[in-house]
């Protein structure tokens, strides 16, 4: 997939919305479907296709943000004044495999793999900050050492920083634009030094030198 050439379309446009509001909420485990629009008094829209178009969107941002996936979405979707900007998944690719680069600096849970859950919700009242949020989760037995626990905290603090700036920045915009109240990213990710530079063709001592920090 060329980033440059995808551009993520509006939740509006995906659902074909010509009037009114919807509430969107995409949540893997529903019972009945992943993907759930209810229809405010009066709303128009593309009854037939949007939950196609709608779930077609979530799948080309998964496809584009690996190993994150989305967990859960709740939109309030309107009909915008102003054309949204487009999800910029150059920057956020980036800045979400930084994730990746940062678990590969944990000497003390290499071999392990780390559940890592990140959220943004925006408050119903108006001015109020976006509220960011990261999970960390060391996955196994439970049987974890006080070593890894506390490369688990370090780990958790140092992409907390990254998360922040996303939220404040492309995805934080990206959801305000499209009417996004919550958006849930999970990802598991192998601490493998050995594999991850192999993957980018660096050898294993240069990769530890410039090992994100």
Not at 24 to 31: A, G, S
Not at 46 to 66: S, Y
Not at 90 to 111: E, H, P
Not at 123 to 145: F, M
Request: hydrophobic share 45%; net charge negative; proline share 5%.
């Amino acid at each position: 997939m060329l980033l440059a050439d995808v551009t993520v379309p509006a939740l509006y446009k995906a659902a074909g919305l010509k009037r009114g509001e919807l509430r969107i909420t995409y949540d893997p485990t529903l019972h009945h479907g992943s993907l759930r629009i209810k229809a405010g008094e009066g709303a128009v829209y593309d009854t037939d296709g949007a939950k196609q178009r709608v779930t077609d969107l979530v799948e080309q941002i998964n496809d584009a943000l690996p190993p994150f996936r989305a967990s859960f979405l709740k939109a309030d979707v309107r009909r915008p004044k102003v054309e949204p900007w487009p999800l910029d998944l150059m920057t956020a690719v980036s800045g979400l495999q930084l994730f990746y680069l940062r678990a590969q600096a944990c000497i003390d849970l290499i071999g392990e793999t780390l559940e890592v859950v990140v959220s943004l919700s925006v408050p119903k009242n108006s001015g109020a900050e976006l509220r960011a949020q990261v999970d960390c989760y060391l996955l196994g037995t439970g049987n974890a050492t006080p070593a890894q626990l506390a490369a688990l905290q370090e780990y958790g603090a140092a992409v907390r920083a990254f998360w922040n700036r996303l939220a404040q920045t492309v995805i934080g915009i990206w959801c305000l634009d499209n009417g996004i109240t919550e958006l849930r990213l999970m990802a598991d990710i192998m601490v493998d030094p050995r594999q991850a530079m192999a993957a980018i063709g660096q050898p294993l001592e240069e990769a530890v030198e410039d090992t994100v920090h």
